[in-house]
């Protein structure tokens, strides 16, 4: 059996982050949880998933414009694909830079289908 | 309304067509100073120099050996001296204090017209206080003409007084008139300047307000949208779990998610439409003999998911007796849910919370004590305010409403609310009193 491609999701909201990781799991893949940008930048390092999901609000001081901020600034870890989440409460600065950073911002709430059409052609390129 | 600049062309042709005996022209010339004087006082928004000329050139053209000119002041409506040369201090505290005491000048005044006393000692116009300090200031003979606005508006007066007993000449008098008109115009040329200054201060600081209100509202939306949003991001994948899943467990963990934020979805709509009734004042009790224990009982079971989804240690004493007020039962478990949810929604995972019921002579005082992030010193005032709210845990919607609902309700019940706090990262403790039942 191949090994199950992994994908890490973080969110500071639990509810939110079991039950996309769930759904994505659903759909074939190994799924990471983490809550804070911290948490989510040492999974990703340590285990380098095929995609980064990350909600913009997280728990701690940095946001997920931070994490992505730091994935993509990392030799390591740049090549990842990552989609930021957002409740479109950004700042149009914000926004910029959370479209700057990201490799795809996706505006809550979306379904998880809605989401897999969206990340499938990242996951291609990254293959 | 016209210039001064305006004013003072006509005035000055008016002049040199009068026929003036040669000793009279350094009065001309008096008369362009004080237009000169009085158009850079109003420019520079300071009358003083003004009057202080109007009063010289008054005193030199009707050869006073004293004088002083008297504004109404707008707030007690009567006279009050402005300026003055050659009076002794008692004059003037004399008739500045008096009320109602007889003199040239309040006639003047309310008749509009000038009054001429060629000798105090006879002048019908003074009573016998008023005649005593005139007498002791050395005047024996006075003049007062009214500042006339051009709608008609006696805004002062001018006097000057003589030592000896003294009539001034026609042509004398028509130039204190022409005086009296000129510190008039900018007397009023510089209330009307004030006035519309004022005016477009007001209207500035309004439409700022405005904006503000305006911007506050912006935010508002975009903040409402997002915490409207925020359940329905969890539901969606945990509709797709139940339906997708082959696990029981995982199943029944959606199913949970979804009732959850549905109620969460429940409770924005109902603080919304809460917001609204606040605004609107429409909010009414359904009063009936309640026991706070039981309110707080159940208050406790609304809220119990959200402590132990955060493994909040949760400690409560509620004392032994019942506690009974007069109140509205469901609003009342409003009030304690939003104080519990609050102090769940601010204080991190693992803190405590702890909250104590009591009985203070007349009152029951209820106490909730968090370690969680405290309150800014600043913050204080502001946080039973409508929409204002913290920073505080994603997994906790709010739109700032709870918090001025508990205040506006615990009002409506005679009681208050108040929270004090060590600072940020140092917990809080809000305390709500309600009146007992008699």
């Known amino acids: 059996m191949r090994t199950r491609r992994r994908v890490l999701v973080v969110d500071g909201a639990r509810d939110e982050r079991e039950m996309y990781a769930e759904t994505l799991r659903l759909d074939g893949f190994c799924t990471l949880q983490a809550g804070t940008s911290d948490d989510g930048y040492r999974l990703a390092i340590e285990l380098l998933p095929v995609l980064v999901v990350t909600d913009t609000r997280l728990h701690g001081p940095e946001d997920g414009i931070a994490l992505t901020r730091r994935l993509k600034l990392d030799d390591l870890t740049r090549a990842i694909p990552v989609v930021l989440l957002t409740g479109a409460i950004l700042s149009p600065e914000r926004y910029l830079a959370a479209k700057a950073w990201s490799d795809l911002l996706v505006t809550k709430p979306c379904t998880p289908k809605e989401l897999l059409t969206l990340v499938k052609p990242l996951l291609l390129d990254a293959a | 309304m016209a210039l001064p600049s305006d004013t003072a062309t006509t005035r000055a042709d008016g002049l040199s067509s009068v026929d003036l005996p040669r000793h009279e022209e350094t009065d001309l010339s008096r008369l362009v100073r004080l237009h000169e004087i ?104 006075t003049q007062s003409t009214p500042l006339l606005s051009r709608s008609g508006e006696a805004l002062g007066v001018i006097s000057t007084h003589f030592r000896v007993p003294h009539r001034c000449t026609e042509i004398e008098l028509q130039l204190v008139d022409l005086v009296a008109r000129q510190a008039a115009d900018f007397i009023e040329y510089s209330q009307r300047r004030r006035e519309l200054q004022d005016m477009c201060a007001r209207e500035r600081t309004e439409r700022a307000r405005a904006e503000a209100a305006n911007d506050s509202k912006d935010q508002f939306l975009a903040m409402l949208a997002h915490e409207l949003r925020q359940p329905l991001s969890a539901a969606f994948p945990a509709i797709e779990v139940q339906k997708r899943s082959l696990s029981p467990e995982r199943r029944q963990r959606a199913g949970e998610v979804i009732a959850e934020q549905l109620a969460h979805l429940a409770r924005l709509v109902e603080d919304l439409a809460d917001a609204s009734r606040m605004m609107r004042g429409t909010i009414e009790l359904q009063r009936e003999p309640v026991d706070l224990r039981t309110i707080l009982q159940q208050a406790l079971d609304m809220t119990a998911p959200s402590f132990q989804r955060r493994q909040h240690a949760l400690q409560m004493d509620l004392g032994d007796g019942p506690v009974r007020v007069s109140g509205d039962a469901t609003r009342l478990k409003q009030v304690f849910s939003n104080l519990l949810q609050n102090a769940s929604s601010y204080t991190p995972a693992e803190g405590i919370i702890h909250g104590t019921l009591s009985v203070d002579r007349d009152q029951a005082v209820f106490r909730l004590r968090d370690n969680g992030v405290g309150i800014p010193a600043e913050a204080l005032e502001r946080i039973f305010d409508l929409f204002e709210r913290g920073e505080h845990d994603a997994s906790s919607p709010s739109v700032g409403i709870g918090l001025a609902l508990v205040r506006r309700l615990v009002e409506l019940h005679g009681g208050s609310v108040h929270a004090v706090s060590d600072g940020p990262g140092r917990g809080s403790e809000f305390t709500v009193t309600l009146p007992l039942m008699g």
Do not use: K
């Open chain 2, 38 to 141: 009085g158009a850079r006082s109003v420019h520079a928004g300071n009358l003083e120099p003004l009057l202080r000329a109007a009063l010289d050139t008054v005193i030199a053209v009707t050869h006073a050996d004293c004088g002083h000119l008297q504004l109404i002041d707008s707030q007690a409506s009567r006279l009050r001296t402005q300026t003055e040369r050659g009076l002794p201090m008692a004059f003037v505290r004399f008739f500045d204090a008096a009320e109602n005491v007889g003199s040239t000048w309040t006639v003047a005044l309310e008749q509009r017209r000038r009054i001429v006393a060629p000798d105090v000692r006879v002048a019908p116009e003074y009573t016998a206080a008023s005649r005593r300090v005139m007498l002791d200031s050395g005047i024996l003979s």
